[in-house]
């Protein structure tokens, strides 16, 4: 298992940025394909950024190209996400995700999420 939490959320303005960061604890990190997903009040939860577990092959949401970028950092067991050029609708609650795949099936961890809020 891998137990995940999530940091750097908060309030910012409409073209700001912000960096989440989620550190990773209990198992192999570096054998994770790692994720950010969001959720919206009344929304389901969507994938915003995906990276393989080497960082080699990054994934990204539509409505999050050329503005946010993932990253890993496999010695320090952390994933990153920097938000930049935010818009009011990328406020949600942000989670991170844990994902392998094995002979035996699919396993996802998640951690307990951090609210953005983007608004003047």
């Known amino acids: 298992q891998v137990q995940l939490v999530e940091s750097g959320g908060g309030l910012v303005q409409p073209g700001g940025s912000l960096r989440l960061s989620c550190a990773a604890s209990?198992?192999?990190?570096?054998?994770?394909?790692m994720g950010w997903y969001r959720q919206a009040p009344g929304k389901e939860r969507e994938l915003v950024a995906s990276?393989?577990?080497?960082?080699?092959?990054?994934n990204y949401a539509d409505s999050v190209k050329g503005r946010f970028a993932i990253s890993r950092d496999n010695a320090k067991t952390t994933v990153y996400l920097q938000m930049n050029s935010l818009y009011p609708e990328d406020t949600a609650v942000y989670y991170c995700?844990?994902?392998?795949?094995?002979?035996?099936?699919?396993?996802?961890?998640w951690g307990q999420g951090t609210q953005v809020t983007v608004s003047a």
């Open positions: 995700n844990a994902r392998r795949t094995t002979v035996g099936g699919t396993y996802d961890y």
């Open positions: 209990g198992s192999t990190f570096s054998s994770y394909t």
């Open positions: 990276i393989t577990t080497a960082g080699g092959r990054t």
